[in-house]
Protein backbone atom coordinates (compact mmCIF):
# COMPACT_ATOMS: atom_id res chain seq x y z
CA UNK A 1 0.00 0.00 0.00
CA UNK A 2 1.64 3.46 -0.78
CA UNK A 3 0.54 6.75 -0.18
CA UNK A 4 -0.78 8.58 -3.82
CA UNK A 5 -2.11 12.06 -2.72
CA UNK A 6 -0.68 14.95 -0.96
CA UNK A 7 -2.18 18.43 -0.82
CA UNK A 8 -2.26 19.49 -4.28
CA UNK A 9 -1.84 23.18 -4.63
CA UNK A 10 -5.44 24.75 -5.71
CA UNK A 11 -5.40 27.07 -8.86
CA UNK A 12 -9.31 28.42 -8.04
CA UNK A 13 -8.98 32.14 -6.52
CA UNK A 14 -11.27 31.95 -2.71
CA UNK A 15 -14.04 33.40 -2.43
CA UNK A 16 -13.73 35.87 0.59
CA UNK A 17 -17.21 35.67 1.95
CA UNK A 18 -17.26 31.96 1.94
CA UNK A 19 -14.35 30.75 4.08
CA UNK A 20 -13.05 27.25 2.22
CA UNK A 21 -12.93 24.45 5.09
CA UNK A 22 -9.53 23.85 5.85
CA UNK A 23 -8.25 20.28 3.99
CA UNK A 24 -6.38 18.33 6.37
CA UNK A 25 -3.99 15.70 5.68
CA UNK A 26 -4.25 12.99 9.01
CA UNK A 27 -1.06 11.14 9.86
CA UNK A 28 -0.90 7.92 9.34
CA UNK A 29 0.64 4.45 10.35
CA UNK A 30 0.64 1.94 7.96
CA UNK A 31 1.84 -1.66 9.05
CA UNK A 32 2.09 -5.15 8.00
CA UNK A 33 1.08 -8.00 10.21
CA UNK A 34 1.20 -11.89 9.19
CA UNK A 35 -2.80 -11.96 8.06
CA UNK A 36 -3.36 -8.00 7.31
CA UNK A 37 -2.46 -4.96 6.75
CA UNK A 38 -3.16 -2.66 9.33
CA UNK A 39 -4.23 1.55 8.56
CA UNK A 40 -3.74 3.99 11.44
CA UNK A 41 -4.93 7.82 10.69
CA UNK A 42 -5.11 10.68 12.99
CA UNK A 43 -8.56 12.23 12.95
CA UNK A 44 -9.12 14.56 16.22
CA UNK A 45 -12.36 15.93 15.92
CA UNK A 46 -14.34 13.73 13.83
CA UNK A 47 -17.30 11.41 15.59
CA UNK A 48 -18.26 8.36 14.66
CA UNK A 49 -20.94 9.52 12.07
CA UNK A 50 -18.36 11.94 10.65
CA UNK A 51 -16.04 9.35 8.62
CA UNK A 52 -16.56 7.61 5.80
CA UNK A 53 -14.03 4.95 4.33
CA UNK A 54 -14.56 4.28 0.71
CA UNK A 55 -12.61 1.88 -2.16
CA UNK A 56 -12.69 3.26 -6.09
CA UNK A 57 -10.97 0.40 -8.03
CA UNK A 58 -7.60 0.44 -6.60
CA UNK A 59 -8.16 3.55 -4.31
CA UNK A 60 -8.91 3.34 -0.58
CA UNK A 61 -9.75 6.65 0.73
CA UNK A 62 -10.32 7.95 3.92
CA UNK A 63 -12.13 10.90 4.95
CA UNK A 64 -13.39 13.00 8.13
CA UNK A 65 -15.61 16.06 9.30
CA UNK A 66 -14.06 17.32 12.46
CA UNK A 67 -16.78 20.34 13.46
CA UNK A 68 -15.62 23.22 15.98
CA UNK A 69 -17.56 23.25 19.06
CA UNK A 70 -16.44 26.26 20.00
CA UNK A 71 -17.14 30.30 18.81
CA UNK A 72 -13.50 31.60 17.27
CA UNK A 73 -10.66 30.90 19.09
CA UNK A 74 -8.83 33.58 20.37
CA UNK A 75 -5.42 31.76 20.26
CA UNK A 76 -5.43 28.97 17.48
CA UNK A 77 -2.61 26.27 16.87
CA UNK A 78 -5.13 23.97 15.01
CA UNK A 79 -8.13 23.87 12.74
CA UNK A 80 -10.98 21.86 12.42
CA UNK A 81 -12.02 21.08 8.74
CA UNK A 82 -12.13 18.21 6.26
CA UNK A 83 -9.48 14.95 6.34
CA UNK A 84 -8.74 13.33 3.72
CA UNK A 85 -6.37 10.81 2.08
CA UNK A 86 -6.00 8.09 -0.15
CA UNK A 87 -4.12 5.12 -0.48
CA UNK A 88 -3.38 2.63 -3.41
CA UNK A 89 -4.64 -0.70 -2.76
CA UNK A 90 -2.01 -3.35 -4.51
CA UNK A 91 -3.21 -6.30 -6.02
CA UNK A 92 -1.91 -8.45 -2.60
CA UNK A 93 -4.95 -6.98 -0.62
CA UNK A 94 -8.10 -7.96 -1.00
CA UNK A 95 -10.58 -5.28 -0.95
CA UNK A 96 -13.19 -7.22 -0.35
CA UNK A 97 -12.15 -7.41 3.22
CA UNK A 98 -11.70 -3.66 4.71
CA UNK A 99 -12.81 -3.09 8.08
CA UNK A 100 -12.88 0.11 9.78
CA UNK A 101 -13.18 1.35 13.65
CA UNK A 102 -13.10 4.92 14.74
CA UNK A 103 -12.23 5.68 18.61
CA UNK A 104 -10.67 8.85 20.10
CA UNK A 105 -9.83 10.57 17.02
CA UNK A 106 -7.70 7.50 15.41
CA UNK A 107 -9.42 6.16 12.56
CA UNK A 108 -8.75 1.84 12.15
CA UNK A 109 -8.65 0.52 8.80
CA UNK A 110 -7.78 -3.06 8.32
CA UNK A 111 -7.43 -5.38 5.33
CA UNK A 112 -6.27 -8.96 4.90
CA UNK A 113 -3.77 -9.86 2.60
CA UNK A 114 -4.94 -11.57 -0.09
CA UNK A 115 -4.05 -15.61 -0.19
CA UNK A 116 -1.07 -15.70 -2.33
CA UNK A 117 0.58 -13.40 0.22
CA UNK A 118 -0.33 -15.37 3.32
CA UNK A 119 2.43 -17.46 4.48
CA UNK A 120 1.42 -20.85 3.66
CA UNK A 121 2.91 -24.13 5.89
CA UNK A 122 4.31 -27.04 3.49
CA UNK A 123 3.88 -29.94 4.82
CA UNK A 124 6.71 -32.47 4.68
CA UNK A 125 6.08 -35.78 4.38
CA UNK A 126 8.79 -38.45 5.73
CA UNK A 127 10.29 -41.10 3.27
CA UNK B 1 -9.43 41.38 3.66
CA UNK B 2 -9.60 38.38 5.71
CA UNK B 3 -10.34 38.46 9.35
CA UNK B 4 -7.42 36.02 9.58
CA UNK B 5 -4.93 38.76 9.01
CA UNK B 6 -5.79 40.78 11.93
CA UNK B 7 -4.81 37.96 14.04
CA UNK B 8 -1.92 38.15 16.13
CA UNK B 9 1.35 37.52 14.21
CA UNK B 10 2.51 34.97 16.40
CA UNK B 11 -0.63 33.50 15.80
CA UNK B 12 -0.15 33.65 11.86
CA UNK B 13 3.22 32.43 11.71
CA UNK B 14 1.78 29.38 13.78
CA UNK B 15 -0.54 29.24 10.85
CA UNK B 16 2.43 29.34 8.02
CA UNK B 17 3.90 26.49 9.76
CA UNK B 18 0.57 24.41 9.82
CA UNK B 19 0.83 24.69 6.30
CA UNK B 20 4.18 23.75 5.66
CA UNK B 21 3.41 20.68 7.53
CA UNK B 22 0.51 19.89 5.46
CA UNK B 23 2.66 20.45 2.64
CA UNK B 24 5.80 18.53 3.75
CA UNK B 25 3.31 15.55 5.44
CA UNK B 26 3.42 13.41 2.64
CA UNK B 27 7.32 13.61 2.36
CA UNK B 28 9.08 13.61 5.57
CA UNK B 29 6.53 12.66 8.27
CA UNK B 30 8.77 12.42 10.40
CA UNK B 31 9.00 16.16 10.75
CA UNK B 32 5.48 16.91 11.42
CA UNK B 33 5.82 17.06 15.20
CA UNK B 34 9.40 19.02 15.75
CA UNK B 35 7.78 21.40 12.98
CA UNK B 36 5.16 22.32 15.48
CA UNK B 37 7.34 22.90 18.43
CA UNK B 38 5.15 21.52 20.91
CA UNK B 39 2.57 19.08 21.47
CA UNK B 40 -0.61 19.01 21.63
CA UNK B 41 -1.48 21.83 19.90
CA UNK B 42 -3.92 24.07 21.36
CA UNK B 43 -6.69 26.41 21.02
CA UNK B 44 -8.38 28.40 23.53
CA UNK B 45 -11.47 30.88 23.61
CA UNK B 46 -11.79 33.70 26.49
CA UNK B 47 -15.20 34.50 27.46
CA UNK B 48 -16.80 36.48 30.18
CA UNK B 49 -18.11 33.56 32.44
CA UNK B 50 -14.22 31.81 31.74
CA UNK B 51 -11.83 29.80 29.55
CA UNK B 52 -11.99 27.20 27.62
CA UNK B 53 -8.96 25.14 26.36
CA UNK B 54 -9.06 22.39 23.39
CA UNK B 55 -5.88 20.31 23.46
CA UNK B 56 -5.75 17.56 19.76
CA UNK B 57 -4.23 14.62 21.08
CA UNK B 58 -5.82 11.79 19.37
CA UNK B 59 -5.32 7.77 20.61
CA UNK B 60 -4.09 9.22 23.80
CA UNK B 61 -4.16 6.30 27.01
CA UNK B 62 -6.71 7.63 28.98
CA UNK B 63 -5.78 6.46 31.97
CA UNK B 64 -2.78 7.90 31.51
CA UNK B 65 -4.46 11.88 30.88
CA UNK B 66 -3.35 14.47 33.36
CA UNK B 67 -5.03 17.75 33.18
CA UNK B 68 -3.58 20.05 36.77
CA UNK B 69 -4.23 23.98 37.48
CA UNK B 70 -1.95 26.10 39.01
CA UNK B 71 -2.11 29.54 39.47
CA UNK B 72 -2.49 30.63 35.73
CA UNK B 73 -0.72 28.16 33.82
CA UNK B 74 -2.96 24.39 33.04
CA UNK B 75 -0.50 21.35 32.40
CA UNK B 76 -1.02 18.83 30.28
CA UNK B 77 0.13 14.96 30.47
CA UNK B 78 -0.44 11.81 28.66
CA UNK B 79 0.47 9.45 26.99
CA UNK B 80 0.16 7.06 23.23
CA UNK B 81 1.40 3.45 23.02
CA UNK B 82 1.75 1.34 20.13
CA UNK B 83 -0.82 -0.70 19.03
CA UNK B 84 -0.78 -4.28 20.77
CA UNK B 85 -0.50 -5.95 17.24
CA UNK B 86 2.49 -3.42 15.51
CA UNK B 87 4.92 -4.33 18.19
CA UNK B 88 6.25 -7.22 15.69
CA UNK B 89 4.92 -5.85 12.51
CA UNK B 90 6.85 -4.19 9.65
CA UNK B 91 6.11 -0.57 9.23
CA UNK B 92 5.18 0.66 5.83
CA UNK B 93 4.67 4.24 7.12
CA UNK B 94 5.03 5.73 10.45
CA UNK B 95 4.43 9.24 10.87
CA UNK B 96 2.35 9.51 14.18
CA UNK B 97 4.36 9.71 17.23
CA UNK B 98 4.24 7.39 20.19
CA UNK B 99 5.31 8.48 23.72
CA UNK B 100 4.80 10.42 27.15
CA UNK B 101 4.20 14.12 26.70
CA UNK B 102 3.69 17.33 28.88
CA UNK B 103 2.96 20.94 27.85
CA UNK B 104 2.11 23.58 30.23
CA UNK B 105 0.35 26.77 28.95
CA UNK B 106 0.14 30.24 31.29
CA UNK B 107 -3.27 31.66 30.20
CA UNK B 108 -2.29 35.15 31.89
CA UNK B 109 -4.82 34.67 34.42
CA UNK B 110 -5.05 33.67 37.90
CA UNK B 111 -7.65 30.13 37.60
CA UNK B 112 -9.83 28.56 39.86
CA UNK B 113 -8.08 24.85 40.16
CA UNK B 114 -11.72 23.56 42.34
CA UNK B 115 -14.04 24.71 39.24
CA UNK B 116 -11.81 22.96 36.30
CA UNK B 117 -13.37 20.55 34.15
CA UNK B 118 -11.80 18.32 31.68
CA UNK B 119 -13.47 15.78 28.81
CA UNK B 120 -11.74 13.54 25.94
CA UNK B 121 -13.82 12.95 23.37
CA UNK B 122 -12.65 12.08 19.34
CA UNK B 123 -9.19 13.02 20.30
CA UNK B 124 -9.61 16.27 21.50
CA UNK B 125 -8.98 17.26 25.19
CA UNK B 126 -11.49 20.01 26.45
CA UNK B 127 -10.89 21.79 29.70
CA UNK B 128 -13.29 24.38 30.89
CA UNK B 129 -11.70 27.11 33.33
CA UNK B 130 -13.62 29.69 35.69
CA UNK B 131 -10.97 32.64 36.94
CA UNK B 132 -10.21 32.76 40.27
CA UNK B 133 -12.75 34.67 42.58
CA UNK B 134 -10.66 37.87 43.22
CA UNK B 135 -10.32 38.33 39.13
CA UNK B 136 -13.68 37.39 38.12
CA UNK B 137 -15.04 40.48 36.60
CA UNK B 138 -18.12 42.13 38.80
CA UNK B 139 -20.68 43.63 37.31
CA UNK B 140 -21.60 46.41 38.70
CA UNK B 141 -25.06 47.70 38.39
CA UNK B 142 -25.84 51.60 37.84
CA UNK B 143 -28.35 53.06 40.26
CA UNK B 144 -30.78 55.77 38.83
Request: charged residues 30%; hydrophobic residues 35%.
Amino acid sequence: MATTTSSAPSTTTREPAEPAVPTLIPAVDIYETESQFVLLADMPGVAADGVEVLTERDTLIVRGRAERQLPEPDYQEFEFGEYRRTFLITEDLDADSISAKLADGVLRVEIQKSDRLKPKKIPVHAE
Amino acid sequence: MEPRSQRHPLQEMRRLQHQMEHLFAGLTPALRWPLTGEFPPINFTRKDDGLTLEAMCPGIDRGTLDVTVVGDVVTIRGQRTEEADAAPARYHRRERPTGTFMRAVSLEERLNPDSAEATYRNGILRVRLARAPEVTPKKIAIKS
